[in-house]
């Protein structure tokens, strides 16, 4: 046997990475972090416990990978939402396409950031800290959106950034849940409709 055949036996079979954390996203996403065991990912994600620590390092560090890949992917509708021209549009645009995100079909329903480790124990608190981090970085760029509304003339002075950004994050946040408790794309469409009753619709 000669040496190229050798190396090309010797081999790790490559494979996908991108497609292989997306697998690892669902994981987490149905079993949450203390949930979704070594096995649990490396048969889903189609490796073996080498390739894993190979390609993405530990059991953290393949959350946080997977935490990346979902705010790029997944999280997107939410940056082509704060680029609408109107206060009022970025909105209604997050809240419509949250919707859609949280009951995509072949997806598990509800939001990665909430299930995957919105309680966790003691030795694995920072993952808890790390997405409730995350879900502060979203309201914090929707705040900060608000505020260049208010300065646009867009919105009115007196409204209050800060509190109507969490209203709406606070409004996805509880879209997600009841999403992964089964509530239907027509249940949570009329809940924004009521939602946005209390979304100002422009400076007066």
């Known amino acids: 046997m000669s040496t190229t ?5 010797g081999r790790p079979r490559a494979f996908d990475a991108d497609q292989a954390l997306d697998r690892a996203i669902e994981v987490f996403w149905r079993q949450g972090y203390e949930g979704a065991s070594l096995s649990d990912l490396t ?3 189609g490796i073996n416990k080498t390739s894993m620590y190979k390609a993405f390092g530990n059991k953290r560090d393949l959350f946080d990978k997977a935490l990346t890949r979902y705010a790029e992917i997944d999280m997107a509708y939410a940056r082509q939402a704060l680029a609408a021209p109107t206060a009022r549009q970025v909105a209604e645009t997050f809240l419509r396409e949250n ?3 949280v009951t995509t079909p072949g997806r598990p329903p509800g939001c990665f950031s909430i ?4 309680s966790c124990g003691p030795a694995n608190a920072d993952v ?4 409730a981090r995350a879900r502060r ?6 705040r900060d959106r608000f505020r260049r509304a208010i300065e646009e003339g867009d919105l009115d002075s ?5 509190g109507l950004a969490r209203y709406i994050m606070t409004v996805s946040e509880g879209l997600a849940v009841h999403a992964a408790a089964g509530a239907t794309r027509e249940d ?3 809940v924004v409709d009521l939602a946005l009753l209390a979304v100002p619709g422009g400076a007066t």
């Open 158 to 162: 007196g409204n209050d950034p800060d």
């Open 128 to 131: 808890s800290t790390t997405l």
């Open 99 to 101: 919707i859609k995100a």
């Open 188 to 190: 949570l469409a009329r």
């Open 43 to 45: 048969e889903a994600m």
């Open 115 to 118: 299930q995957s480790g919105l």
């Open 137 to 142: 970085g979203g309201e914090d760029a929707m």
């Open 5 to 9: 055949q050798r190396s090309v036996i």
